[in-house]
């Protein structure tokens, strides 16, 4: 069941078909120049409006920088926030656990 998100900043349409769809959701741990951490989100539908919502969601939620990429259907956000997105998939967003995977 989707949580309070779907009403206030994301659209309701676009949280259901995140939910109806049930995306093997891939959570990472990647570098960038002089060794930066960024988490990087894969497995959403490519759906441009769904990728901005959700990387704007992130962002406010995280307090982060990031960024969507929609021809990868990924998510990247500044720093390493792997554990913190998997709770926020969980309980915001209301994606199953057994369709998340943390790697490393």
């Known amino acids: 069941m989707p949580g309070q998100v779907c009403g206030e900043e994301i659209p309701?349409?676009?949280c259901e078909q995140l939910i109806v769809e049930q995306p093997l959701i891939k959570i990472?741990?990647?570098h960038r120049k002089f060794g930066k951490p960024v988490t990087v989100i894969n497995g959403f539908p490519n759906n441009k409006d769904l990728l901005k919502h959700l990387a704007r969601f992130f962002k406010?939620?995280?307090?982060?920088?990031?960024?969507y990429r929609e021809d990868e259907g990924r998510i990247e956000?500044?720093?390493?926030?792997?554990?913190?997105?998997?709770?926020?998939l969980i309980e915001d967003l209301g994606v199953n656990p057994e369709n998340i995977?943390?790697?490393g």
């Open 60 to 67: 406010t939620k995280l307090a982060a920088g990031g960024t």
């Open 77 to 88: 956000l500044q720093g390493d926030h792997r554990q913190r997105v998997r709770q926020i």
């Open 101 to 103: 995977i943390v790697i």
């Open 12 to 14: 309701a349409e676009l």
């Open 28 to 30: 990472k741990l990647d």
